[in-house]
C-alpha cells in the first residue's frame, strides 16, 4: 500500500466551484505539505505543516486554504476555482527529523478548471 | 534567497551513453542539495541528497553528484543510460541551519533512445 494517498486522482470542475483535496499518509510524519506543479515552472509551494496546530503559507497560497484534521490528514481547499488553477497537485510528508529533510510524494491529483 | 537553476528543459541520451543533468545554485548560506526524479504519473521520489559531509554522492539506481562549491553546481551524473531512466528530474535546495523551506528548479526531461 502507498504511504501517501491523494484523493481524487484527477478532476475537472468548472470556474466558480469549491474543491476540496485529500491527502492521507501512514508515514507517521509530523510534516506535511502541497505543491501544484506546472509545466516549465516546477513545483512550488502552496501551505505545509509542522503538526496538527501548526500551519503555514507558502509562496503561492493565494486562493488557497487547507485543514489538517489529524497527523495524518492535510486538506487543500480552492474556495472558489478559476481556470489558473489547473496544475497537478501533490502532497508530500517529511519526517522532520533534522535540516535535511526527504519529502515523501503522493502520486499527485491533476486538477482541470473549466 | 536561495533558487536553483536547471540548465536544459529536455534531455535526450543514446542507451549506454552518459547521463549528464546540470544544476547551478544560489543560496546565501551553506545549502543542503538534492535530486528527486518523478517517472510518469508518479510523485517526486528521492535519488540521493548533499547535506556537507561527502561532496560526491551516491543515489539509486546508480546515479551520482558532485557538489562544487566553486561552481556552485550540483550535476547529476549516470555512466551508462538505461531506458528506465526515462523520467523528469528535479534538482532542489536547501539553506542548512534551521528549517527552511525546499526550493525545487523547473525541471529536466530525460529521453533515452533505444
Known amino acids: 500500500d502507498a504511504d501517501v494517498t491523494q484523493t481524487p486522482r484527477n478532476r475537472i470542475t468548472k470556474t466558480g466551484k469549491r474543491i476540496m483535496l485529500e491527502c492521507s499518509q501512514t508515514k507517521g510524519h509530523d510534516r506535511m505539505y502541497w505543491y501544484r506543479q506546472d509545466p516549465g515552472l516546477g513545483l512550488r509551494l502552496i501551505y505545509y505543516s509542522f503538526d496538527v496546530k501548526d500551519i503555514n503559507k507558502g509562496e503561492i497560497s493565494d486562493g488557497y486554504s487547507v485543514s489538517r484534521q489529524a497527523q495524518a490528514k492535510f486538506s487543500l481547499s480552492l474556495e472558489s476555482a478559476i481556470p489558473n488553477q489547473t496544475a497537478l497537485y501533490f502532497c508530500a510528508t517529511s519526517p522532520g527529523q533534522g535540516l535535511s529533510d526527504t519529502q515523501y510524494f503522493g502520486p499527485g491529483t491533476r486538477l482541470t478548471v473549466l | 534567497a536561495q533558487s536553483v537553476t536547471q540548465l536544459g528543459s529536455h534531455v535526450s541520451v543514446s542507451e549506454g551513453a552518459l547521463v549528464l543533468l546540470r544544476c547551478n545554485y544560489s543560496?546565501?548560506?551553506?545549502?543542503?542539495l538534492f535530486w528527486y526524479v518523478q517517472y510518469p504519473n508518479q510523485g517526486l521520489q528521492l535519488l540521493l541528497k548533499?547535506?556537507?559531509?561527502?561532496?560526491l554522492v551516491k543515489g539509486i539506481n546508480g546515479f551520482e553528484a558532485e557538489f562544487k562549491k566553486s561552481e556552485t553546481s550540483f550535476h547529476l551524473t549516470k555512466p551508462s543510460a538505461h531506458m528506465s531512466d526515462a523520467a523528469e528530474y528535479f534538482c532542489a535546495v536547501s539553506p542548512s541551519g534551521g528549517y527552511q523551506k525546499v526550493t525545487f528548479g523547473t525541471g529536466t526531461k530525460l529521453q533515452v533512445i533505444p
Open positions: 548533499y547535506t556537507s559531509a561527502a561532496t
Open positions: 543560496s546565501s548560506v551553506p545549502p543542503y
